[in-house]
């Protein structure tokens, strides 16, 4: 699914979701001694992905429904200092503080979602968009759709869908490589 140039162009920020879109969806619990372990699993080419948008100069932000220790470590190691996390999955309200801060429209945010929490957030974006596996719902309002479900790339694909219809994609690839000596 192509994005439009004119809507890639003006996204300034990129929003994703944790809970599958960033992962498949499943949360591992259980204990080690005395103290409860979560894990989560996550794609490891989404974490190119949200390097190369940020290269490009698109700022990007998580915005989950669910409070994780394992969101905040995957935070910081794609290096994104905006994470927010609301145990009640009210996402618009977080959205409307960050958009103010960064003196960001509405009309200039993507969004990555797939279920029911992001339908709120998802119908003020400019570019809504969701992973295969995305709920009927969420899928009705998205103007892109990864071919791939959450947790399995769709980050990543959704990133060079979105680079590529800025133009960008191709010398992003080209600068990565340069840095690695290719």
């Known amino acids: 699914m192509e994005i439009p140039e004119a809507t890639a162009r003006r996204i300034r920020l990129v929003v994703l979701d944790v809970d599958g879109v960033l992962t498949d969806g499943g949360v591992y619990i259980g204990l080690s001694g005395n103290d409860e372990v979560e894990l989560k699993r996550f794609d490891i080419q989404d ?3 949200v390097r190369m948008m940020r290269n490009a100069g698109i700022h990007v932000a998580i915005v ?8 905040d470590l995957r935070a910081a ?6 994470v927010y996390q ?3 999955g009210r996402k618009v309200p977080v959205l409307k503080k960050l958009l103010a801060e960064r003196g960001i429209g509405w009309e200039e945010v993507a969004l990555l979602g797939d279920d029911l929490a992001d339908l709120p957030a998802l119908r ?3 570019l809504p968009a969701t992973v295969a596996n995305g709920v009927l719902e969420v899928r009705r309002v998205a103007a892109w759709q990864s071919s791939k479900a959450g947790g399995w ?5 959704f990133a060079e869908a979105l680079l590529r219809a800025r133009g ?4 992003l690839v ?8 290719g």
């Open 64 to 71: 989950s429904g669910r409070v994780s220790a394992a969101t």
């Open 47 to 49: 974490g190119l992905g």
């Open 124 to 126: 003020l974006v400019g």
């Open 153 to 157: 790339g769709a980050v990543r694909e």
């Open 77 to 82: 190691e794609l290096r994104i200092a905006d």
């Open 168 to 171: 960008q994609w191709d010398g």
């Open 174 to 181: 080209d600068e990565y490589c340069r840095e690695r000596g």
């Open 86 to 88: 609301d145990a009640g």
